[in-house]
C-alpha cells in the first residue's frame, strides 16, 4: 500500500511545483490532470504545465471519473500524482453534483487509490482562508472543497501547506 501526501494552498502558493518536486524522485511516473482546457487562456497555461513535466513521465487527463481512471491504471507506476482535487470538485459542481455525492467519489477514490503500491501524493486549493463568497455556487463550491480537504487530509499519511513556494509539513512524521 502507497503512502499518500495532500499537498494544500492558495493560487500560485507553489503546491504544484512542489507536488513535481516529490514526484520526480520516482522512475515511473502518472500525472492526473482534472483541468479542462475551456477556453483559449487555460489551454495555454495547460500546455506550460505539460511542458514542465518530465517527457518520461504519463499524463492522464480526465475531468470527472477518477475512480474508474485509477481502475485502468496498473501497479507498474512509482507514484501517482493528482492534481488538482479542487479543479475536480468544480468539475463535478458544475455537472450536478451535490455534496453528498461528491463525498462519496472522493472517499471511492480514496480507497482505490490506497489499494496501489505507488506513492500518491493529491494537490488541493485551501479555500477556508478567504472572503465568504457573494453569491450561493461560490459559497457551496467553498464548502465541498473545504470538506474534501478535511476528508482527505484525514485519511493521508502526510499533509503539507505551502505558503510563497515554502512547503510546511502539517502532518506526518519527519
Given at each position: 500500500?502507497?503512502?499518500?501526501?495532500?499537498i494544500?494552498g492558495?493560487?500560485?502558493?507553489?503546491k504544484?511545483?512542489?507536488?513535481l518536486?516529490?514526484a520526480k524522485?520516482?522512475?515511473?511516473?502518472?500525472?492526473i490532470?482534472?483541468?479542462?482546457?475551456?477556453?483559449k487562456?487555460m489551454?495555454?497555461?495547460?500546455?506550460l504545465?505539460?511542458?514542465?513535466?518530465p517527457?518520461?513521465?504519463?499524463?492522464?487527463?480526465?475531468?470527472?471519473?477518477?475512480?474508474?481512471?485509477?481502475?485502468?491504471i496498473?501497479?507498474?507506476?512509482?507514484?501517482?500524482?493528482?492534481?488538482?482535487?479542487t479543479?475536480?470538485?468544480?468539475n463535478?459542481?458544475?455537472?450536478?453534483?451535490?455534496?453528498?455525492k461528491?463525498?462519496?467519489?472522493?472517499?471511492?477514490?480514496l480507497?482505490?487509490l490506497?489499494?496501489?503500491?505507488?506513492?500518491?501524493?493529491?494537490?488541493?486549493?485551501?479555500?477556508?482562508?478567504g472572503l465568504?463568497?457573494?453569491n450561493?455556487?461560490g459559497?457551496?463550491?467553498r464548502?465541498?472543497?473545504?470538506r474534501?480537504?478535511?476528508?482527505v487530509?484525514?485519511?493521508?499519511?502526510?499533509?503539507f501547506?505551502t505558503?510563497?513556494?515554502?512547503a510546511l509539513k502539517?502532518?506526518?512524521?519527519?
Amino acid at each position: 500500500m502507497g503512502k499518500i501526501t495532500l499537498i494544500l494552498g492558495g493560487a500560485r502558493s507553489g503546491k504544484s511545483t512542489y507536488a513535481l518536486s516529490l514526484a520526480k524522485k520516482y522512475k515511473k511516473v502518472a500525472f492526473i490532470a482534472t483541468c479542462q482546457g475551456l477556453d483559449k487562456e487555460m489551454r495555454e497555461r495547460i500546455m506550460l504545465h505539460k511542458e514542465s513535466r518530465p517527457k518520461n513521465w504519463e499524463t492522464f487527463e480526465e475531468p470527472r471519473d477518477l475512480v474508474k481512471l485509477s481502475g485502468k491504471i496498473n501497479n507498474t507506476f512509482d507514484c501517482i500524482l493528482i492534481d488538482c482535487l479542487t479543479l475536480l470538485v468544480s468539475n463535478l459542481i458544475l455537472t450536478g453534483d451535490k455534496q453528498d455525492k461528491i463525498i462519496k467519489k472522493i472517499t471511492a477514490l480514496l480507497s482505490a487509490l490506497a489499494r496501489k503500491k505507488a506513492k500518491i501524493i493529491l494537490v488541493s486549493n485551501e479555500v477556508g482562508l478567504g472572503l465568504v463568497p457573494s453569491n450561493k455556487l461560490g459559497r457551496e463550491f467553498r464548502d465541498i472543497a473545504g470538506r474534501v480537504n478535511q476528508l482527505v487530509a484525514d485519511k493521508a499519511d502526510e499533509v503539507f501547506f505551502t505558503v510563497s513556494g515554502i512547503a510546511l509539513k502539517i502532518k506526518g512524521g519527519r
